[in-house]
């Protein structure tokens, strides 16, 4: 088992939610860290609140240049880049019969090919450290909810690469893994302009009896499974339920 301590991680949409909650405990462990998003001011903030361990770098993930920026920027950082956890990601909801292709390639080109593209950047810098990617799924991937499948299907397909990916770049001794997180009060919903924030808080709250542990999960808990996938040695290839249970889709009998 590795520690994360003197680790360079590369953390996408660590300006807010699950990323910033990485961003801190490895940081706060001992990484160096750089985080990325479109919103300098999120970021920044963040970057500073951690200190010199963290830094931040604007960019879009959907666009090659500035992906390339990121990683010579945790290269830059971190002197080398061990874990690239590709974290950025957005809700994406239409119903079926009011799909319009736009919006499907939209999801599929930030929540799938994004991620993709940053690890391909990355390979010959993880070969070095013989390190690991780290990619956000979601519990979509396990439950049906009716209106989301453009998210469930780009989920899917975070799931579906990981283990490919994993068998690819194990000979490399890259390691490749995922989560997927159940419910974790973020902005993500208030931003794809879903919900309200107080919307948001009280869609959540109703969320918690879903899961078995009776209560949602917070950007900590995804952050301790990221950063267990990130030191374990033995293992890849594998999708981590971090859902308190509503994976387990369990209903009264
Ligand atoms: N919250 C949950 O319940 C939940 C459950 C399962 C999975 N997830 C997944 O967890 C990941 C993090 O989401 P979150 O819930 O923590 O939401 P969040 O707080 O909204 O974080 C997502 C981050 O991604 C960044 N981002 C989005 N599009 C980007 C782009 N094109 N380029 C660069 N950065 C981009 C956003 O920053 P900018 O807008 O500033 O770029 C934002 O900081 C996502 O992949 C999400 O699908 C969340």
Known sequence: MREVK????????GGSGIGEGTARLFAAHGARVTISGRRRDKIEAVAAAIGPACRAVVGDVTVQADREA???????HGGKLDVLVNNAGNM???SVDGYTEDFLKEAFNTNVVSGMML????????????????FIGSIHNRRAYPGASPYATSKAAVEGLTRVMAAELGPKQIRVCCILPGAVATEINVRAGLQTTEEAA????????QHVLG???????CAEAIEFLACAEWVTGVALEVDGGLGLGVSKF
């Open 202 to 209: 009280a869609r959540y709250a109703s969320f918690a009896s």
């Open 6 to 13: 003197e680790m360079s991680v590369l953390i996408t949409g």
């Open 119 to 134: 690890a391909s950047i990355s390979v010959k810098h993880l070969e070095k450290t013989q390190g690991s990617i780290i």
């Open 70 to 76: 990121m990683v010579a920027a945790a290269l830059a």
């Open 92 to 94: 994406y909801k239409q």
């Open 215 to 221: 209560r949602i999960g917070t950007d900590t808990e």
